[in-house]
């Protein structure tokens, strides 16, 4: 098997992904991500209680962690459980690792890929494996290194981003690779050795994020906030602007 580095598209480590963040690596995002996190940690409350039987700090490590403004966010939510986190956060491009330093000076970000990483009580990769050459290569190392893994997947393969080619757009403009299903990004999940222990939609559009300033824009947003009340696997696969929060279990459990 190549090394697990190879995974990596050059673009996120060569400046493009942070110019067209517009220098932000989406920094915005992160404690909404984080307040997910959060959600579904309260909905499979297994994970909490492991977690909280240990008699030191947790090692939260994010991978991919960009900005870290979402690894900062989530040592809070789980501080907030009575949780001692000893957190890390880990980026492979050093533009992110600058921008978490002047955002989170306190934080501990180090510049490195998975196999630079720490083993962990608890895996942060949010919005990670959509950007990699090949996940599944990515995710079977990934597991070895966790006792559990939270994942922040787009779920962008619906009837809509077909109808207006927003795969090419989001391929130039985030670089993502892969568009899945919800149903295909499970699978891989399983396919690679994680066991799933719960997930849940996201999505910012029917939270009123980042509204559009545009007339169509503002029709869209209103459709899927009202599809994703009636529900979210429709919304999902018709109208998109959703996303995946997955809880799994790792080799390390």
Same mark, same amino acid.
């Given at each position: /098997?190549?090394?697990?580095?190879?995974?990596?598209?050059?673009?996120?480590?060569?400046? %493009?992904?942070?110019?067209?963040?517009?220098?932000?690596?989406?920094?915005?995002?992160?404690?909404?991500?984080?307040?997910? @996190?959060?959600?579904?940690?309260?909905?499979?409350?297994?994970?909490?209680?492991?977690?909280?039987?240990?008699?030191?700090?947790?090692?939260?490590?994010?991978?991919?962690?960009?900005?870290?403004?979402?690894?900062?966010?989530?040592?809070?939510?789980?501080?907030?459980?009575?949780?001692?986190?000893?957190?890390?956060?880990?980026?492979?491009?050093?533009?992110?690792?600058?921008?978490?330093?002047?955002?989170?000076? &306190?934080?501990?970000?180090?510049?490195?890929?998975?196999?630079?990483?720490?083993?962990?009580?608890?895996? /942060?990769?949010?919005?990670?494996?959509?950007?990699?050459?090949?996940?599944?290569?990515?995710?079977?190392?990934?597991?070895?290194?966790?006792?559990?893994?939270?994942?922040?997947?787009?779920?962008?393969?619906?009837?809509?981003?077909?109808?207006?080619?927003? *795969?090419?757009?989001?391929?130039?403009?985030?670089?993502?690779?892969?568009?899945?299903?919800?149903?295909?990004?499970?699978?891989?999940?399983?396919?690679?050795?994680?066991?799933? @222990?719960?997930?849940?939609? %996201?999505? &910012?559009?029917?939270?009123?994020?980042?509204?559009?300033? %545009?007339? *169509?824009? *503002?029709?869209?947003?209103?459709? *899927?906030?009202?599809?994703?009340?009636?529900?979210?696997?429709?919304?999902?696969? %018709?109208?998109?602007?959703?996303?995946? /929060?997955?809880?799994?279990?790792?080799?390390?459990?």
């Amino acid at each position: /098997m190549p090394p697990v580095d190879d995974c990596l598209p050059q673009g996120y480590v060569d400046g %493009t992904y942070l110019d067209n963040t517009g220098g932000t690596w989406h920094a915005e995002d992160g404690p909404w991500k984080a307040e997910k @996190l959060g959600v579904a940690l309260e909905h499979e409350r297994t994970i909490l209680a492991c977690l909280g039987r240990s008699s030191s700090a947790i090692r939260l490590v994010d991978l991919g962690c960009g900005s870290g403004a979402a690894l900062s966010a989530a040592i809070r939510i789980l501080a907030g459980h009575g949780l001692i986190v000893d957190a890390v956060g880990v980026d492979p491009a050093g533009d992110a690792v600058e921008v978490a330093g002047r955002l989170f000076p &306190s934080l501990r970000v180090i510049q490195g890929t998975l196999v630079d990483a720490p083993a962990a009580d608890l895996l /942060m990769l949010f919005d990670v494996i959509e950007h990699l050459v090949r996940p599944d290569d990515f995710l079977r190392e990934a597991v070895k290194k966790a006792r559990f893994i939270a994942l922040h997947i787009p779920v962008e393969e619906s009837v809509w981003a077909r109808l207006r080619g927003l *795969r090419e757009q989001q391929r130039v403009e985030v670089g993502h690779l892969h568009f899945y299903h919800r149903w295909s990004a499970l699978r891989l999940l399983r396919g690679c050795g994680l066991e799933i @222990l719960g997930w849940e939609y %996201t999505s &910012s559009s029917a939270e009123g994020r980042r509204p559009s300033t %545009t007339a *169509r824009g *503002r029709v869209v947003d209103k459709l *899927r906030r009202r599809a994703f009340l009636l529900s979210p696997d429709a919304a999902a696969h %018709t109208v998109g602007g959703c996303g995946l /929060m997955v809880l799994c279990r790792g080799a390390l459990a």
